[in-house]
């Protein structure tokens, strides 16, 4: 049996330990301890080595977009439409699609992923209390697949009851009012469950209150999970998909101002995922419902499904790291740094 780190080190994730380790190994022949010493010394070299190719899916512009904002207006409105509707909501029109689609989730490791829009995780639907949501739904795949919100919605809207698959080729319209405010999620839920979520047919559906919260730079962190071997673990874990991504490319933010992150857990396999930041600690707003809370912490564990709107400010500049506090997780990807200006 080849474990998941064997796995993950021929892949080239963690070449930089395993490199140095080969190399220390080879200079060190006789003097197992210095050899021993130096490998524990390179296990700071914690990374990948290579890069991403981000030009179909940038990990950094998805994390502040959504409703298809990183589209050209034109373009945009193929996906997206609003329109004013009486007492001052919005309808919020969509159209998704799902495709079969390999995605590079780390240098050279590709998985053959299930998608919404072509994209893990899928695009990020937003809208306010009391907006018209109204998605039509394409299945362009080749398995039965749906959309299961989560949110207050009629039965027949649920997407997970008998009959409720959306076979290949065919198409739904989902449709519902946007409440409770929250942080909410949206995902396939056709039969093998686990399967369809992990191959990637999951997004993030934030209900924002009226009125809104007060203003902040705002991003979306989807914690996920890729069992590249499909034995039932995952080999690779990031933040929006690309391992280690924000380790090369630092998050950039300004000191004292508010930042606001929308995390959601969409992990499969593990029960648990989590998120620490160092240096700092930050306000939790699980599920985003409340507006207000007396949760304070630096690390926060979300289960399957869980998520939770976290606040904070950066003091000083400089670089702040965060990442999985199941270490391993961190290692296999799901680590990276905040640059505050
Ligand atoms: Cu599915």
Known sequence: MVSRRHLLELAGLGSALGGLAALTAGRAEGTGELADRLQNHAGHLMGVVGRVDTRHFDPAAFLRSWNFSLLPEAERARWYRESPRPGGTLLREYDLYAVDREIEI???VFFPAWTFAGQVP?????ASEGDRVRIRFVNQGSHPHTMHFHGWHPPEMDG?????????GDEFLYEFDAEPFGLHLYHCHAVPLKRHIHKGLYGTFIVDPRPARPPA???VMVMNGFDTNFDGDNEVYAVNSVAHHHMHEPIRVRVGELVRIYLVNLTEFDPLNSFHLHGMFFEVYRTGTRLTTEEVTDTIMLCQGERAILETRFRYPGRYMFHAHQSEFAELGWMGLFEAV
């Open 106 to 108: 780390a240098p050279g």
């Open 122 to 126: 899928g695009p990020t639907l937003r």
């Open 160 to 168: 997970s009851l008998p009959g409720q698959q959306v076979m290949p």
């Open 217 to 219: 730079d705002e991003m």
